[in-house]
């Protein structure tokens, strides 16, 4: 079955430092992997969005990377303050469908400290 | 601000009662979505409407129903519902790729 999963323990790290999530997939070939911040007892947020046929993709502080050989998506946050707190969630375009569907990993919490 | 409003942003409502949230965008997207999120679990894709099509997610029970009168607005309407069904239920449009949220409607079943 179809299945993605990030990191369910929250990361704790020194602002100042990199974080580095991780989105594993399997039984998926995603055409493209996205991004999103989500803040408690708010809608997600989007941030980047990377294509099968791209490697890596930056924006600012965040940088993207998407092996489709490991399934594995890689997000990380350079130089991280402790504004960038929150839970990141992963999300997998759904087939090639122009509805746009989207499946969700379950987030992984970031937490930086001062 | 997302451009995505929902009302009402909570909820608390009895196992018997009738109540619909509502979804609001302008900007001009053409696909809209409902999803449930509960604690501790992803998000669950509920509904898509797109380009008047809708595609519903096979899982979800008849008490929750959809509708959509035009490509701004979204209603999910919700009738007999059950404690479990408490959750936060977000509403979402894009026009491709990147799907922008709204705040999102609290309900809690009692």
């Excluded at chain 1, 039984?27 to 989500?38: E, G, K």
């Excluded at chain 1, 294509?51 to 890596?56: G, Q, T």
């Excluded at chain 1, 998407?66 to 946050?77: E, G, P, Y």
């Excluded at chain 2, 519902?81 to 922008?100: I, W």
Aim: charged share 20%; net charge positive; aromatic share 8%.
């Amino acid at each position: 079955s179809q299945k993605i999963e990030q990191n369910s323990e929250a990361l704790n790290i020194q602002e100042g430092k990199t974080a580095t999530l991780t989105c594993n997939y399997t039984n998926y070939s995603p055409a493209y992997l996205q991004w999103y911040r989500q803040d408690p007892g708010r809608g997600p947020v989007f941030l980047l969005l990377i294509r099968e046929n791209e490697k890596e993709k930056r924006k600012e502080r965040l940088k993207v990377t998407f092996d489709t050989t490991l399934k594995q998506s890689l997000f990380h946050i350079t130089a991280s303050q402790p504004a960038d707190s929150a839970t990141y969630l992963c999300a997998l375009a759904h087939g090639s469908s122009n509805t746009g569907k989207l499946i969700f990993g379950q987030g992984t919490t970031l937490q930086v400290k001062p | 601000e997302t451009g995505v409003t929902q009302t009402p942003r909570h909820l608390v409502m009895g196992m018997t009662n009738k109540k619909s949230l509502k979804c609001e965008q302008h900007l001009g997207h053409n696909a809209m979505y409902w999803y449930k999120q509960s604690a501790k679990k992803p998000l669950e894709l509920m509904f898509v409407y797109s380009l008047e099509e809708r595609v519903e997610n096979n899982s979800v029970p008849s008490r929750f129903s959809p509708e959509c009168p035009n490509s701004s607005h979204l209603f999910l309407h919700l009738h007999t519902l059950q404690p479990e069904d408490s959750a936060l239920y977000l509403c979402a449009s894009s026009r491709g790729g990147e799907q922008f949220f709204g705040p999102g409607t609290r309900l809690t079943v009692l």
